[in-house]
């Protein structure tokens, strides 16, 4: 039939076999390449096929902030001395559901901690407890309120100055003494301090030194009154208190039924009533004290506080620091620059650890060694609250005072401290009629005749004067070597017996030289130096001083004062810094000053000043003796009280005469 199969001829067969074999290619083709395609895509969405976990939310919390404000949507903050604002954010619950976090208007002006999940504000949490009363003692750890007890303070307490611009403040910032501040609790620690406001204080509190100063601690104390009085005791939240008839005399130890607390409180029940220590004694005998006592019993034995009057006190200092003879404008001169001078430290304590302000040494100011007198008494009342202030910044001033000038006044460098680097109104100055002349000649606002209504204000100088020029001189060396050798009638002082003095070491003794060194080391390593093999002073210990070879004076600060002495020696070179130091490194322990009047002064420790120029006498190079010309009594910082005496006696003001000394500040009554 010549077909077969299908019915198809030969070449029609291999016609579909060879289709079916194209047909077939192609599908091999297509698949590869759908393969190669998907591939591909397979690869571009690999990452984001993998499954990334959430970021953990970032928390933080703001431990002890001030809330200013509480807004509709935010939350306003003072923190680390800043204002900041959050906002809120929202609460999760367990079921998945959210809300905004809402707080109540009434946390503002609270302190709080805050919680902050990614920036937002998720918890806050106020701290209301709180506690207040007058500070009677301040340390490191704690502070203690009377009627409260002690506080411990928590290590992250914050403290804030709420009167005025909002300010951060420290412990150092507490008034003791004082009820200026809440203190907010938190698990019985002080969490916060919040300052509300800020009084004139009028009251100081003294701690009074053992017999002749001879320390901190009394092991008894022995006391009357003389009108009735309370001994007031007990623990905190539980006190007690107990009647004394006048003069019933009463003794307390450390054993005393009476400690049932920290303190015991002796207030005479008149405001004028005196209280006498029977068991302390003052170049006068057994002092007596206006205001109350407080007895603090320490480990080391009772500490006794007097909390007076600041005008009652300087009853007592004035007469103590300046004689109430001198003319009347010095002794209101003095009670200003006491005033000022306690102040200072009313708002900064010198012994916040007992509760108290300043000592009644000359640490401090003297207080009640000398009784009151009727003329410094009328002084302070004559300057009733006056106190001196810088006027840029304003500020107290710093109204340091010493007893008698060379003719030459230096400046607070010589203390060699970084806070007194900016008491410009502490200049060097020549101490004269024309110096002060010339003063006043370019000060305008002279307080010459004002007797009435407090002091002027100052207006400063338009540059130095030509006696300011001549005390920057003195830094020369032979310039101050002609000026100590010599005598200026126009000198306020030329007749005052410390005015020109001479120190005669006879023979050097190395011993008692290291000594002091050593000690004066301990005191301040940075003060007393050593040369290294470089040729560079550096501090370290002095082990052996060897034989010296010289003695000299490498530099002079304002007005002449010798501010750094070399001691050359077999062992090496040592330099001694700050006047202060110098006057005890050069001080032999035994040879006796002799003043220009011809009268012989013991002074066993420390020089009458560091006015001065040196004499070695040597043998086969070794210095066996020395002399010093010098003059002056005291550092030679700000009021030279002799200088305001002879002042006051030309017929000077009180004004004048602060004015000159302390350039660029006025007086202002902290009372009004």
């Known amino acids: 039939m010549g077909k077969g199969g299908w019915g198809l001829s030969r070449s029609q067969r291999m016609q579909l076999k060879a289709l079916a074999c194209a047909l077939g290619i192609l599908l091999i083709v297509i698949l590869l390449l759908a393969k190669l395609v998907f591939s591909l895509v397979g690869r571009e969405e690999e990452p984001d096929a993998q499954i990334v976990p959430p970021l953990p939310p970032v928390v933080v919390q703001l431990k002890n902030i001030w809330i200013m404000e509480v807004a509709q949507d935010r939350l306003l903050v003072f923190r680390e001395g800043r204002e900041e604002t959050y906002p809120f ?15 109540p208007k009434t946390f503002r002006e609270q302190v709080a901690d805050v919680l902050l999940t990614d920036g937002y504000v998720t918890e806050v949490r106020i701290k209301t407890e709180k506690v207040s009363g007058k500070v009677l003692s301040v340390s490191d750890r704690t502070v203690e309120l009377e009627g409260a007890g ?16 909002l300010s951060m403040c420290t412990p150092e910032d507490l008034r003791i003494g004082y009820d200026f501040q809440d203190f907010v609790l938190e698990d019985g620690q002080i969490c916060a301090v919040l300052s509300v406001k800020e009084e004139a204080m009028e009251s100081i509190r003294v701690l009074l030194k053992a017999s002749d100063y001879s320390g901190l601690f009394h092991e008894s104390v022995t006391f009357r009154v003389d009108t009735g009085y309370t001994i007031r005791y007990g623990a905190a939240g539980d006190p007690a208190e ?16 009476y400690f049932q607390g920290e303190r015991i409180t002796v207030t005479p029940l008149a405001l004028t009533g005196k209280i006498t220590l029977s068991s302390v004694n003052r170049s006068q005998g057994s002092p007596s004290y206006r205001g109350c006592l407080e007895l603090l019993s320490t480990p080391d034995g009772l500490v006794v506080l007097n909390e007076v009057l600041l005008e009652e006190y300087l009853y007592s200092v004035v007469p103590s620091e300046m004689p109430a003879s001198y003319p009347e404008e010095a002794l209101k001169a003095q009670a200003v620059c006491a005033r000022t001078y306690a102040y200072r430290h009313m708002l900064a304590a010198g012994y916040p650890q007992y509760g108290a302000h300043v ?8 207080y009640q060694n000398i009784p009151e007198q009727e003329a410094t008494t009328t002084a302070v009342k004559e300057t009733y609250g006056q106190l001196l202030y810088r006027e840029e910044p304003e500020e107290l001033a710093e109204t340091y005072y010493y007893s008698t000038s060379c003719g030459l006044g230096s400046d607070a460098a010589v203390w060699k401290s970084p806070a007194d680097k900016d008491l410009g109104y502490l200049k060097p100055r020549r101490i004269s009629r ?21 002091l002027a204000a100052v207006t400063e100088p338009d540059g130095n004067t030509e006696a300011d020029r001549e005390a920057q001189a003195m830094r020369e060396e032979g310039a101050f070597d002609a000026f100590i050798r010599s005598k200026d009638e126009d000198d306020f002082e030329c007749a005052e017996g410390w005015y020109r003095w001479t120190y005669a070491a006879a023979s050097l003794d190395e011993g008692h030289m290291l000594a002091v060194l050593q000690s004066r080391y301990a005191a301040n390593r940075n003060l007393v130096l050593t040369r290294n093999p470089q040729g560079e002073f550096v501090s370290e210990p002095i082990k052996e001083l060897g034989t010296v070879t010289d003695l000299l004076v490498e530099k002079r600060g304002g007005g002449g004062v010798a501010d750094e002495l070399v001691i050359k020696t077999s062992q090496g070179t040592f330099k001694v810094l700050g006047e202060h130091n110098i006057r005890h490194v050069l001080n032999d322990g035994t040879s006796k000053v002799y003043r220009q009047d011809g009268s012989k002064v013991a002074s066993p420790t420390i020089l009458p000043s560091g006015f001065f120029v040196i004499n070695t006498v040597k043998e086969k190079g070794a210095v066996t003796g020395y002399t010093l010309t010098g003059g002056g009594y005291g550092h030679g910082v700000g009021m030279s009280q002799n200088g305001a005496k002879a002042m006051a006696a030309l017929g000077y003001s009180a004004a004048d005469i602060l004015r000159f000394f302390y350039e660029g500040c006025s007086s202002r009554n902290v009372y009004f």
């Open 434 to 454: 024309s110096a002060m002349e010339q003063f006043l000649e370019l000060s305008p606002e002279s307080g010459r005749g004002n007797r009435e209504g407090g």
């Open 242 to 257: 107990e009647m004394r008839q006048a003069g019933e005399a009463c003794t307390i130890d450390r054993d005393s039924a």
């Open 359 to 366: 000592d009644d040494s000359t640490g401090y100011q003297v």
């Open 89 to 103: 954010g929202r609460v999760a619950y367990e079921d998945g559901a959210d809300e905004p976090y809402i707080v």
């Open 150 to 165: 002690s506080f411990p303070l928590a290590r992250d307490a914050q403290g804030y100055r709420l009167y005025g611009s």
